[in-house]
């Protein structure tokens, strides 16, 4: 199966048991409304964590009665407050509200208190594109900035694993780099043909791989056939595997500013899924990124 757009995804957590979500920094007029409207809908409820006082104003401007309001006395504290909630099971998705990205992953990353369980964390971005069918993946434009080949494997089993979730049975995989051919200069190149190979011989299982692969033939099935190049995914790949976070994040902004598209992100390679919103990032990405967390659980 594929996944046409986000109004899709939201239909496909339809039979889903209403998640619980634990909101560190919560003192934010957006976030609040964002949690009325989940509440009010039935889709998640929510813990809210962090300025009490200021989380019940901004409930009452809203005129919102959240079930929980858990006070802590600085962002820190909301940070590992959160974390624990979701570690205990208490929630099953954890999201940044208004705190530093530095403060939230450091009580993620705790040895002792936060979500690691052995694997990489890395970013799934999903974009709807103007023109497109389906949802497209990007890994990895948020977490590791120069992955080398064993952590470009542990990136793609984590974005398998979700889209696997999701209910995709084998994604199309194209592993991108500067063009179709192997260059000792361009060590991304070696990379993706390695991956190719491992999926091949049965070592990389679960999606359809294929690389290195430059974007305009993961694209376009015409600029594949212009190249001469034979290929079973070119124009109907799902994910695309990144060389490295400078390409994953330019490519994702390119889509997102130059041709309109829409964005949802979540961590994964932790205990649960984690939304780490940007706070420029407007209330329908925010609940983007939470359907497709949602969707990894």
């Known amino acids: ?34 949690a009325k409207e989940l509440a009010d809908e039935g889709q998640a409820r929510s813990i809210l964590v962090g300025d009490g006082a200021e989380i019940e104003a901004l409930c009452k401007e809203a005129a ?42 450091r009580a ?7 979500l690691r369980n052995g694997r990489l964390l890395s970013h799934l971005a999903a974009l709807e594109i103007p023109g497109q069918d389906h949802l497209h993946f990007y890994t990895d434009g948020g977490m590791c900035p120069t992955p080398d080949l064993q952590q470009k494997l542990g990136i793609l ?44 011989e049965g070592k990389l299982e679960g999606c359809l791989l294929e690389g290195p692969m430059a974007f305009d033939v993961a694209w376009s099935k015409e600029a594949a056939a212009h190249k001469h190049i034979e290929s079973q995914i070119s124009g109907e790949v799902d994910l695309f595997l990144c060389p490295d976070i400078q390409a994953g994040n ?22 649960h899924p984690i939304v780490l919103v940007s ?10 990124s939470l359907n497709l967390a949602y969707a990894c659980l």
């Open 1 to 34: 199966m594929t996944i046409q757009n986000f109004a899709a995804l939201r239909e496909h957590l339809a039979d889903r048991p209403t998640p619980i979500l634990a909101i560190a920094g919560a003192e934010d007029k957006e976030i609040i409304q964002l």
């Open 64 to 105: 919102f009665r959240p079930e929980d309001i858990l006070r802590t006395s600085t962002p820190e504290a909301a940070a590992a407050l959160a974390c624990g909630l979701v570690a205990s099971g208490r929630a099953q998705v954890l999201m940044k509200g208004m705190l530093n990205t530095s403060v939230f992953l």
């Open 279 to 288: 706070r420029a990032d407007d209330a329908e990405a925010k609940r983007n």
């Open 157 to 200: 089993q984590n974005a398998l694993g979700a889209l696997h979730r999701m209910g995709y049975e084998c994604p199309k995989v194209a592993a991108l780099a500067a063009n179709e051919k192997v260059d000792p200069k361009i060590p991304a190149s070696a990379d993706a043909a390695a991956l190719q190979q491992m999926n091949r």
């Open 250 to 271: 330019l490519t994702s902004k390119a889509l997102i500013y130059g041709a309109g598209a829409k964005m949802a992100g979540v961590i994964l390679g932790a205990t």
């Open 108 to 114: 993620v990353v705790h040895p002792e208190r936060g």
